[in-house]
């Protein structure tokens, strides 16, 4: 994600800030920049790419600043570029912002602007902060930032300097990290401790709603209320290395923990829950284009090609809009039938796989429209598709894909609810479904709770080297990403079945060495799968069974039992599938395996 540093003091600037932003670069950026208070005002450069580029950009200016902000930008809003990337100024060039998070309703904000005579430079959600406080600056610059913040809708850390005050740094917080440094004669902000830890390890982390006043002598903190907050000052006690991971052993392990956050990324700000209806601007498709939808493909490898088969059940049952699901790298060769009532969606994590890449140009070749759904802002398909919606995951830096998963099949629930309101889902429908949406998180985060369950089941089984992962329905293919996941990074051999095949096959595999993860909620399709249960055990089987909350029936006809809440049957894959994340990050951290650098795989496979 994108990372905040900012100093003021005395000694000279760009070197802290150019390091400080250096050690935010393991959370994936695509542009930099920097500003500066000189003597003769404000100087800010910019630029696409790595942070070298910026360095050679400003190479040899020696302004002599001990004042300045500096940014990492993982885009969202606009593609990667210099125009794009932060900090943002005013129009007369006497303030400048950086920004990290999202904000909602920067739409009605822009207009707002616009007709107050602003002139917006680029596609970014953060031009309208450094304009709003502007507009809103009577001399004082933390007022200024207080009063613009109680118009915005969405999360944010920012950190903020003006000409008008030389020995100043404001910064706020509200849904993303930020935290105060405090050095001798010299303070800091940054959006991750990483950044500031050579300097100090003295610090202040803010709370949501507050803001700080920084100055080489000290910092104030206030709320929105302008009532002073006094933290105690904390020392960080860790590691550079801990805290990229932010005290988590691996980044995968980092990245399950922070589903209860990317999940809300998903869908924050697409929900009109008045209407019960999703809104997805990016599809570039009106209503009647919608309703005109025949029929879909989604094309995909890996992990995201699993999200897609969630998608093709929420599509069919939500929309009743038949969906086919094509691996990329087979779709590309056969002949498809495609035409111009043929909508494709291109789903990825990276936006650089290339063989999705691949299929999607083919695809738009022979007619269809091609959307993608992507995680990485400025990726070749989504600025190749002709719409589409990004997850906001963050970058994912374990191999192994886990939070974009789940945020890949959020955003399928809300396409599938979309094109269902248009069609027969009424507005009670959408509201239900908006309503399970957005408890989806905490649920989330109740799973995860069950983390030393899990490692003790791993303990128990991580010497085998074969597991079954069996599903139906909606979550059959929750079956195949968990067995997958075990693959990845344990290199146990794993295979996922629809429960009901297992009798065509897998069973006769099945012995006291084989366990078999079933996930058995209570759906229509329950009953049948205590049948496979059956099966299993009269087979001497070990069964894990991922099973739904106040079911008591089924811990006595299993080995283990791991609950998880109940929600709307079609959401179910957002929770079933994070013990299985877990289970399979424990066995093969008990196995010794290189959990975020699993052997042969790459996190972005841009080859065919
Ligand atoms: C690689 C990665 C997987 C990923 C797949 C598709 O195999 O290791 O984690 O699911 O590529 O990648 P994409 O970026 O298109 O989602």
Request: glycine share 8%; aromatic share 6%; charged share 20%.
């Amino acid at each position: 994600m994108c990372g905040i540093v900012g100093y003021v003091g005395y000694r000279e600037a760009v070197p802290i800030l150019m390091n400080g932003i250096k050690r935010l670069e393991y959370r994936g950026y695509d542009s930099a920049g920097i500003a500066l208070l000189t003597e003769g005002g404000l100087m800010v450069a910019k630029s696409a790419g790595k942070i070298e580029r910026l360095e050679e950009r400003i190479a040899g200016v020696d302004c002599r600043c001990t004042h300045g902000i500096a940014h990492t930008r993982w885009a969202t809003h606009g593609e990667p570029s210099q125009l794009n990337a932060h900090p943002h100024t005013d129009a007369d060039q006497t303030m400048a912002l950086v920004h990290n998070g999202i904000i909602e309703n920067y739409r009605a904000l822009r207009e707002y602007l616009l007709r107050q005579g602003y002139d917006v430079r680029t596609d970014t959600d953060t031009e309208m902060l450094v304009h709003l406080i502007r507009l809103n600056y009577r001399g004082d610059l933390t007022e200024a930032v207080r009063n613009a913040l109680n118009s915005v809708e969405g999360t944010y850390g920012i950190a903020v300097v003006s000409v008008e005050h030389p020995d100043t740094l404001v910064a706020a917080r509200m849904g993303s990290p930020l935290v105060v440094g405090y050095g001798d004669g010299e303070n800091y902000v940054a959006s991750d401790v990483s950044a500031i830890l050579e300097h100090t390890n003295r610090v202040v982390y803010l709370e949501d709603g507050e803001i700080a006043t920084v100055t080489a002598s000290g910092a104030e903190i206030t709320n929105m209320e302008n009532i002073r907050i006094d933290h105690p000052v904390e020392e960080i006690g860790w590691t550079l290395d801990q805290i990229e991971k932010e005290g988590y052993d691996h980044f995968m392990l980092k990245e399950i923990h922070e589903q209860p956050a990317t999940l809300p990324n998903a869908f924050r700000g697409r929900l009109n829950y008045e209407e019960g209806i999703p809104r997805l601007n990016g599809l570039n498709l009106q209503y009647d284009e919608l309703r005109r939808i025949r029929r879909i493909i989604i094309t995909a490898c890996g992990t995201s090609w699993h999200a897609a088969l969630i998608g093709e059940y929420m599509i069919e049952e939500l929309a009743r809009v038949s969906v086919e699901v094509e691996y990329a790298s087979e779709f590309r060769y056969r002949s498809p039938v495609i035409d111009d009532n043929t909508t494709l969606f291109a789903l990825s994590q990276s936006g650089e796989t290339a063989d999705t890449l691949a299929a999607m140009r083919e695809a738009q070749k022979r007619g269809a429209t091609a959307l993608g759904l992507v995680n990485v802002v400025g990726s070749t398909i989504a600025r190749e598709s002709d719409g589409g919606v990004h997850i906001h995951a963050g970058p994912e830096i374990g191999v192994a894909s886990t939070k974009a998963f789940t945020s890949h099949v959020m955003v399928l629930a809300l396409i599938a609810t979309l094109l269902g309101r248009m069609r027969h889902l009424s507005v009670q429908q959408g509201r239900e479904i908006i309503d399970a949406i957005q408890k989806i998180p905490d649920k989330v985060r109740t799973i995860l709770q069950m983390e030393q369950q899990i490692k003790a089941i791993a303990s128990e089984y991580y010497q085998m080297n074969n597991f079954l992962y069996l599903g139906r329905g909606i979550n059959f293919p929750v079956a195949l990403e968990g067995a997958l996941k075990l693959k990845e990074i344990s290199y146990i051999h794993a295979e996922g079945y629809p429960a009901a095949e297992m009798k065509h096959g897998p069973i006769a595999l099945i012995d006291q060495n084989m366990p078999v993860v079933v996930i058995a909620l209570k759906d229509p399709v329950y009953d049948k799968v205590m049948s496979n249960i059956a099966e299993v055990r009269a087979r001497h089987g070990r069964i894990i069974a991922i099973a739904t909350e106040g079911d008591t029936e089924i811990a006595d006809r299993v080995n283990h039992v791991l609950y998880i809440p109940k929600t709307n049957r079609l959401l179910t894959p957002l929770l079933s599938v994070i013990p299985l994340q877990l289970l399979a990050y424990h066995i093969a951290v008990m196995r010794g395996c290189h959990v975020d650098q699993p052997r042969n795989l790459a996190k972005s496979v841009t080859v065919e």
